[in-house]
């Protein structure tokens, strides 16, 4: 690496509540990166196990132990953090990860080549087994995967430019417990570009006990909250039929009949020619994801109603053919064939 680029100092920041399983881990995998010049701020947030005794096992002068005496939640804790770190950049951590050796100089180095990069986030892969994730790189299509409600960055594995937090003054909420990360994207968004690298520069472990497992039902309702700000920064005047309009939209949910596909429809073009009027987000990629999510609607609607019932009649045809919903250019020729014919002979299983 280069000698300049070494003496970048990087404040690499992990809150931890009883995270004592695998904390060890955790801890080494920073410990030995490849890049030197970090702090490590370690904020233990009012653990009960064995967090304390693990991290007092370590002699590293990078690292800098704080104690918080009551539970603070990961939140405040991030932000106290922050508030403590002295480095140029800001890299996250969690308590149950693992970073690869050069995790933080390909971050760095990749910072360094994009001014105008405010937050990278990096691909992971998930311990123990052969799953990775394949995020956005390029900042619009971030921008646009915020937008749909989808969180398109590996919170442990972002590295964050101080400046964000110092002169844009935009910090973790903590009026929300869950969908921290979320949020901060969605309000850095506005400020600065975000990207991804595509190596695998994180090892991420599932079990129980995470936040996304066991406050499920509590992230979805804050992200659920964020999402229609953003459709209200979109369009100002949306109503409540709207927004619950949207929401089945952005979720997918299961469609029972052709009025629900006929408002969502609506709903869609609706967004990408209010898009087209003020710009916000980028046209081509945009739209694209709209149709995408629309098709996908669709064909499930139509795959479950249509495809696989068991009495077929003529009047299905309409649906299939009509120029509105163009379920014809969805399924293949033989797809289609063979639907036709079991419609005009009324089929039945």
């Given at each position: ?243 619950n309009t949207h929401l ?65 009649y003529p009047s299905m ?33």
């Amino acid at each position: 690496m280069d000698t300049e680029v070494n003496k970048i100092m990087v404040s690499v920041i992990m809150s931890v509540h009883n995270g004592a399983t695998y904390l060890k881990e955790a801890i080494d995998s920073v410990l030995n990166q490849t890049f030197s010049n970090f702090e490590y701020i370690i904020i233990n947030d009012a653990s009960s196990d064995r967090t304390h005794d693990i991290i007092k096992t370590y002699t590293d002068e990078r690292i800098n132990y704080i104690i918080n005496p009551e539970n603070l939640g990961l939140t405040k804790s991030l932000n106290k953090a922050i508030s403590m770190a002295q480095g140029k950049y800001i890299a996250r951590m969690d308590a149950d990860d693992i970073c690869q050796p050069d995790r933080l100089s390909e971050q760095v180095l990749y910072m360094e080549s994009n001014s105008d990069i405010g937050i990278c986030g990096t691909n992971f892969e998930v311990i123990g087994k052969k799953k990775r994730s394949h995020f956005p790189l390029d900042h619009e299509t971030i921008n646009i995967k915020l937008f749909q409600g989808i969180n398109p960055l590996a919170h442990p594995s972002v590295i964050i430019r101080k400046e964000l937090f110092i002169d844009k003054k935009i910090f973790y909420d903590e009026n929300i417990k869950y969908a921290q990360d979320y949020k901060l994207w969605v309000d850095a968004v506005k400020h600065i570009k975000l990207a991804n690298i595509s190596d695998i520069l994180l090892k991420y472990r599932i079990h129980n006990n995470q936040i996304s497992a066991s406050k499920n039902k509590e992230q979805k309702q804050v992200v659920e909250f964020i999402c229609i700000e953003q459709v209200k920064e979109l369009m100002p005047s949306i109503s409540d039929n709207e927004i619950n309009t949207h929401l089945n939209f952005i979720h997918e949910k299961k469609i029972i009949d052709i009025a629900c596909i006929d408002s969502i429809q609506n709903w869609a073009y609706k967004l990408i020619r209010r898009n087209r009027q003020v710009n916000k987000y980028d046209l081509a990629i945009f739209e694209k994801e709209i149709i995408f999510i629309l098709k996908r609607i669709k064909m499930e609607f139509f795959t479950h109603k249509y495809l696989r019932a068991t009495s077929y009649y003529p009047s299905m045809l309409r649906l299939y053919l009509s120029p509105r919903y163009n379920m014809y250019k969805y399924y293949s020729l033989k797809v289609g064939l063979i639907f036709v014919v079991k419609c005009v002979i009324r089929y039945k299983k």
